[in-house]
């Protein structure tokens, strides 16, 4: 066990998933010589050289479609998006190239691709820097869509990325890249449990908070919180947000029969909506209240000087769980 | 060899600013830069380029009649295009790997396509007809210009490995507008990868003139991205041949990309759908019909004693053999088990998918109970 960040986990992990098999290579803006705007592939240059570390030309839709190429010659390319908010001109690669060619050829070509996109907000970033937009993913069959929490599971989650023969949405939040974790890294990943596994962080028996990626920090603070009020809260990671791990989530919900579910994307149409649709058609018998959403507001990333009033925080979600537990809240007011 | 640089916008000056060895009429002109490229071309090469357009015209109006008897869903017409797909495929090693669009029935036929494979796709059976590593081949690609990037990529591959391999790609006037097909350019320059940009101006982006998408000759794009070009006259089929060869070459000898522009015509419509009268003038297709492709090798192989009528009608019998096969391969297709609709949406088991497959296999079978 080692203590690094999560960035360096990720570094890590790149570099074993690239000793381990040739075909890997990395491709993105300025991931060369600079190492990638926030130093996830630092040093691969030196080590791996310039065919296997490639510094691509400005154009997301190029890097997204020359990987596609790669990929039908066998290659296994990891593409870094720099920021969320452009891989919007690499969309149509994406959700027509990438996500559709197994299916359209019968399953005789693969597109083994990992797109690692830093991801998400409160960094209090220029305009475009903060975006979540991984519903857009989701909502593609095709793709897997994954995110991370913690050193460990960056580590090990981008090498099962890269080794997945499908191609993996892969998101990084970067606001915890620089939180540090012990990780394991001589683990072996045959041991570990698949990229496609929610975790149970904390468990509880009052309600269950599922959530993802940066979230699940202030989900975590949220529960210690709780606990102080005598409340016990189970804090799931879905990890995997396409597919979901339904059996893990069903699991709690059975136990709790009360369901918050938070992210940072904005609700309409939103990760929460689904995974709520799913719960109720799961176990709407073991419900004991309507589950609830705690998101970012329907309304584009706002000026970083706001974006604490758009992101979920410990109190929003503490609000949703009195609702889901019938305790006095926002809607109801502290007397009732 | 470097292209015309005029400004135009106009498809009879366009003709007039493209290499040829052939001229309309079938005589043959003398060309320093490309003859070189096709001199050990004979007689029997060329009754052979002539077999190929004649059969590929003819699968060309197989598709269009099964498509109008209510087989096919779509068919995308390639009349007129057929010494540029041939020219440029029949050049080709075995070992190269195309990304073509969507309407290049030639090339797919050059590169061994079955006679089921012409219509599997526009019939809705399957999303790609053929086996792209066993035919070196990308399924036909519909969104206008992504293939281009995915040449690059593959060719940047072969780039990687020193393979003595080229990348190919196909698409038309109307894809040159694209975002994918500049940044395609970026990258190859960038990398120098090893792909050959075939460009078969046509004239026509459905009802968009060649003029909308570009106010200059389409092969004096490249340069300005490093990339050399020819433009060649789309309709002769041995120019199209040398300036194939010509880029190949260059790409195998590690200079890079090359770029060609074959100024061609389409005869027909866009697609079945399409109805070419209203964006049309009927003079400009009179005028084009007396460029024929396939008129014009046989003027010069008549001319030159080359070909005789036995040989033109064992052509036209293949091209009925080929006709008749690709008609009863489309009408004998049996579509696929509806679970078949969840197979290969991922390579490797996904609970997502195959919780849907067992709840509609349930309804499925509740159906066949009933
Ligand atoms: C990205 C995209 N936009 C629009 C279309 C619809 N569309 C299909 S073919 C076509 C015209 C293409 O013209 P061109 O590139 O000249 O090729 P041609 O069909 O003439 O061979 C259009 C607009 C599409 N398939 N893809």
């Known amino acids: 066990m080692t203590e690094i960040t999560l960035g360096k986990a990720l570094n890590a992990g790149l570099r074993k998933a690239m000793s381990d098999d040739e075909k890997v290579v990395l491709m993105g803006e300025d991931i060369g010589k600079l190492g990638g705007v926030f130093r996830i592939t630092d040093g691969l240059l030196g080590e791996f050289g310039a065919a296997r570390v490639i510094d691509t030309p400005l154009a997301e839709s190029g890097i997204v479609g020359t990987a596609v190429g790669l990929a039908y010659r066998g290659y296994r390319p990891v593409v870094e998006i720099q920021f969320d908010g452009f891989v919007y001109p690499a969309f149509d690669q994406i959700v027509s190239q990438v996500a559709k060619l197994h299916f359209r050829t019968q399953g005789r070509v693969k597109m083994p691709i990992t797109i690692r996109i830093p991801w998400a907000g409160g960094i209090g970033a220029a305009e475009h820097h903060s975006e979540s937009p991984e519903a857009y ?73 599922i959530t993802y990626g940066a979230m699940v920090s202030t989900a975590l603070d949220a529960a210690s919180a709780a606990e102080d009020d005598g409340l016990s809260l189970e804090v799931i990671d879905l990890r995997s947000i396409s597919p979901v791990d339904y059996d893990t989530v069903a699991a ?25 649709a799913s719960i109720t058609e799961r176990c709407f018998e073991y419900l004991e209240s309507p589950p609830l959403r705690v998101t970012g507001h329907d309304i584009p990333y706002p000026p970083a000087k706001l974006e604490k009033f758009h992101l979920p925080d410990l109190d929003r979600i503490l609000d949703a769980v009195d609702r889901v537990l019938d305790r006095p809240n926002s809607l109801t007011g502290a007397e009732s | 060899m470097s292209p015309q640089t005029t400004p135009i916008a106009d498809s009879t000056q366009d003709l007039e600013l493209s290499e040829r060895i052939l001229a309309p009429d079938g005589t043959r002109q003398k060309n320093p830069d490309l003859d070189p490229f096709v001199a050990d071309v004979d007689a029997e090469q060329l009754r052979a380029l002539l077999r190929d357009m004649i059969i590929l015209r003819r699968i060309d109006a197989e598709g269009v009649a099964l498509q109008r008897q209510g087989q096919l869903g779509l068919w995308a017409p390639c009349q007129g295009q057929e010494a540029a797909q041939i020219g440029t495929a029949r050049a080709l090693d075995p070992i190269d790997f195309v990304f073509p669009s969507y309407r290049e029935t030639g090339v797919i036929y050059a590169r061994g396509a079955q006679p089921g494979d012409f219509v599997r796709v526009w019939r809705g059976e399957e999303g790609a007809p053929f086996d792209p590593a066993e035919m070196r ?123 060609i522009e074959a100024v061609t015509y389409r005869m027909g419509p866009h697609t079945t759908s399409d109805d070419p009268t209203r964006y049309r003038d009927p003079a400009e297709l009179e005028a084009w019909r007396t460029r024929d492709p396939i008129a014009r090798l046989e003027a010069h192989l008549r001319a030159s004693g080359e070909l005789s009528d036995a040989h033109v009608a064992a052509a036209q019998a293949d091209a009925d053999t080929m006709a008749r096969e690709m008609r009863a391969a489309c009408l004998g297709m049996v579509t696929r088990d509806p679970l078949a609709v969840f197979d290969n949406v991922y390579a490797e088991p996904h609970c997502g998918i195959d919780r849907q497959r067992d709840e509609y296999a349930a309804y499925v079978s509740s159906l066949e109970e009933a």
């Open chain 1, 137 to 209: 993913f989701v909502h593609t069959a095709g793709l897997r869509v994954i995110t991370v929490s913690n050193p460990q599971d960056a580590y090990r989650c981008l090498q099962q990325a890269i080794a997945s023969d499908d191609p993996v949405i892969f998101f990084e939040p970067k606001r915890l890249y620089h939180h540090k974790g012990e990780v394991d890294l001589s683990a072996s990943l045959a041991d570990a449990p698949p990229m496609g596994v929610a975790r149970v962080l904390r468990e509880g028996s009052d309600a269950t908070i």
């Open chain 2, 137 to 259: 081949v990308a399924p036909l690609q519909i969104i206008i210009g992504a293939q281009t990037l995915h040449a690059v990529g593959y060719a940047m591959g072969i780039k990687h490995e020193k393979a003595p391999e080229v990348a190919v790609t196909y698409f038309g006037d109307g894809a040159t507008s694209q975002g994918d097909v500049n940044e395609a350019m970026v990258f190859a320059a960038s990398y120098q990868a090893p792909v050959v940009f075939v460009c078969q101006n046509n004239h026509w982006a459905i009802s968009e003139p060649v003029a909308v998408q570009s106010q200059y000759p389409i092969a004096g794009r490249a340069p300005g991205f490093g990339i050399p070009s020819l433009r060649v006259d789309g309709n002769d089929v041995l120019a199209c041949m040398a300036a194939m060869r010509w880029a190949l070459a260059h790409a195998r000898a590690g200079k890079g990309p090359a770029f």
């Open chain 1, 252 to 276: 709690s919900v059975r136990r709790t029969g009360r369901v918050v579910v938070a992210h940072e994307a904005s609700r309409e149409a939103g990760v929460a909506a689904e995974v709520i």
